[in-house]
């Protein structure tokens, strides 16, 4: 049986690379620059070069914007098999957000040119890319809507169920960057996660929040102002 390396198997599992043989995943895997951040490290900010897309292997990524008056906006939060940058990365833009290490994370960085030639020997990876595309915008248009139409506690319940798609029942997230994350005050974030704790849907650790019960923070969802 062929041993593949790390990154070929985080690769495997991303929807972006799905369709291609063992031996190709590998040989982009060879192309890809490991990389190691610690907590608070830059990835990248607004404004520079778009010339990779990243993967990570361990750990959170934060993709941050700001206004003038310095005031941060979390746009999202990425763990374990997640990949992001693609957008500037594909068009050649700058980047339009900052990325973070919300931990210590480890990563690896596919080249914009190593991308695009290998777009042009694999066309079916297109169509993956269209695809990873329209689920980002989709996620963007969702989030908006949730912005101007729910009210606090629905919102934050499909915030958190979101992050438990990618971290599994204990996410870990401040709450600083959860009401970063879902556009409310930090105040009124922790009201909302301290009633559920009382109430025994979620458990509030030091920078971790762990869903106790699924199905009761799903029927949060549905309540209404």
Not at 41 to 51: E, M, N, R, V
Not at 162 to 173: H, K, M, S, V, Y
Not at 189 to 203: A, E, F, K, P, T
Request: proline share 4%; hydrophobic share 45%; charged share 20%.
């Amino acid at each position: 049986m062929t041993q593949i390396s790390p990154t070929a198997a985080a690769l495997s599992i991303n929807p972006l690379f799905s369709g291609l043989a063992s031996d190709d995943i590998q040989r982009i895997a060879d192309l890809c620059v490991s990389l190691s951040l610690s907590k608070g490290q830059i990835l990248f900010s607004k404004g520079q070069p778009g010339d990779a897309l990243y993967g990570i292997r361990r750990g959170r990524v934060l993709i941050r914007t700001s206004n003038p008056a310095g005031k941060q906006h979390t746009i999202a939060v990425y763990g374990s098999g997640d990949i992001f940058g693609e957008i500037a990365m594909l068009d050649g833009r700058p980047r339009t957000a900052d990325a973070v290490a919300g931990s210590p994370v480890e990563l690896f960085a596919f080249r914009r040119i190593d991308f695009t030639n290998l777009i042009s020997q694999k066309p079916n990876i297109a169509m993956n890319v269209i695809g990873l595309l329209c689920a980002r915008l989709r996620a963007t248009s969702n989030r908006l809507e949730e912005a101007t139409l729910l009210a606090l506690a629905p919102r934050l319940a499909l915030g958190l169920l979101r992050l438990a798609d990618d971290f599994g029942e204990e996410i870990p997230i401040s709450q600083e960057e959860l009401s970063d994350m879902v556009g409310a005050t930090r105040e009124a974030v922790n009201r909302q996660l301290q009633m559920w704790h009382r109430s025994g849907i979620i458990d509030l650790k030091r920078s971790l929040i762990q869903i106790v019960s699924l199905a009761r923070l799903q029927a949060e969802t549905l309540k209404e102002a």
